[in-house]
């Protein structure tokens, strides 16, 4: 399904997204419609297109959101329920049945590791896999790691906790390509100011999109643009000058 939102930036059309449709920003390809800068007279405007799909994952009613958008400000407010480290035990019978079926994923797969709890919050749970075949696991890009935790959700789904976020990874993965895809967004920001031309980044999910996107938003004369089809789209970051 598509819909459109508005908001004065990017964040704020995305952020509108999330609460309204109640899922994660990465459940949810972004599409730029059109975008306008904040000038001396005039405001930022941007419309986005949201593509939601069967991805496994059930949508989260609005009222037990764990964190909620300021309309006024557009800023996402902090969550009323907090994300809990350091028990890595699993607790009662679904972290139980999470930890079991993720450690048979992997076994099946001819490799070993030690499953634990990653962290825990109101509606998503974290799960971490030490393993010496960690590499293996995630993948180029961190598809293996996306495949399998797409198949953690789904199976979340099946035994009823359909409203429950699984988050999985190993060797900190997630956190540190995050932060690689920050310098990435920056140095190629940096690039196209200096060639005044485009440059098109490599296929990326949805999540890795939106992060490249929210990263470039606030540089002036720097526009991103996702292109392809698929779940795996590619980012195009160019010269506003080119306009």
């Given at each position: 399904m598509e819909f459109i939102f508005e908001g004065r930036t990017e964040k704020e059309a995305?952020?509108?997204?999330?609460?309204?449709?109640?899922?994660?920003?990465?459940?949810?390809?972004?599409?730029?419609?059109?975008a306008q800068k904040t000038g001396l007279f005039k405001k930022g405007f941007v419309k986005i297109k949201v593509h939601t799909g069967n991805t496994g994952f059930?949508?989260?009613?609005?009222?037990?959101?764990?964190?909620?958008?300021?309309?006024?400000?557009?800023?996402r407010k902090e969550s009323p329920s907090k994300?809990?480290?350091?028990?890595?035990?699993?607790?009662?019978?679904?972290?139980?049945?999470?930890?079991?079926?993720?450690?048979?994923?992997?076994e099946r797969m001819g490799y070993s590791g030690k499953v634990s709890i990653l962290f825990r919050e109101k509606h998503k749970i974290g799960i971490k896999i030490d393993s010496s075949h960690s590499s293996i696991l995630i993948g180029k890009k961190g598809?293996?790691?996306?495949?399998?935790?797409?198949?953690?959700?789904?199976?979340?789904?099946?035994?009823?906790r359909d409203d429950v976020r699984v988050i999985l990874d190993t060797e900190n993965y997630r956190i540190r390509r995050e932060e690689a895809l920050v310098r990435l967004a920056y140095n190629v920001a940096e690039k196209v100011r200096e060639s005044r031309g485009s440059i098109l980044l490599e296929p990326m999910n949805p999540f890795d999109r939106w992060l490249i996107h929210t990263t470039l938003n606030d540089i002036g004369d720097v526009e991103t643009k996702s292109e392809g089809d698929g779940l795996y789209k590619q980012v195009r970051v160019f010269y506003?000058?080119?306009?």
């Amino acid at each position: 399904m598509e819909f459109i939102f508005e908001g004065r930036t990017e964040k704020e059309a995305i952020d509108k997204a999330a609460e309204e449709l109640g899922l994660e920003k990465d459940d949810f390809d972004v599409e730029i419609l059109e975008a306008q800068k904040t000038g001396l007279f005039k405001k930022g405007f941007v419309k986005i297109k949201v593509h939601t799909g069967n991805t496994g994952f059930a949508s989260i009613p609005k009222d037990e959101k764990p964190a909620y958008v300021d309309d006024d400000i557009g800023n996402r407010k902090e969550s009323p329920s907090k994300a809990v480290f350091g028990e890595p035990q699993p607790k009662g019978e679904f972290e139980e049945k999470m930890v079991s079926f993720t450690s048979g994923l992997i076994e099946r797969m001819g490799y070993s590791g030690k499953v634990s709890i990653l962290f825990r919050e109101k509606h998503k749970i974290g799960i971490k896999i030490d393993s010496s075949h960690s590499s293996i696991l995630i993948g180029k890009k961190g598809k293996n790691l996306d495949a399998l935790q797409l198949l953690l959700n789904i199976y979340a789904g099946r035994i009823g906790r359909d409203d429950v976020r699984v988050i999985l990874d190993t060797e900190n993965y997630r956190i540190r390509r995050e932060e690689a895809l920050v310098r990435l967004a920056y140095n190629v920001a940096e690039k196209v100011r200096e060639s005044r031309g485009s440059i098109l980044l490599e296929p990326m999910n949805p999540f890795d999109r939106w992060l490249i996107h929210t990263t470039l938003n606030d540089i002036g004369d720097v526009e991103t643009k996702s292109e392809g089809d698929g779940l795996y789209k590619q980012v195009r970051v160019f010269y506003r000058g080119l306009r």
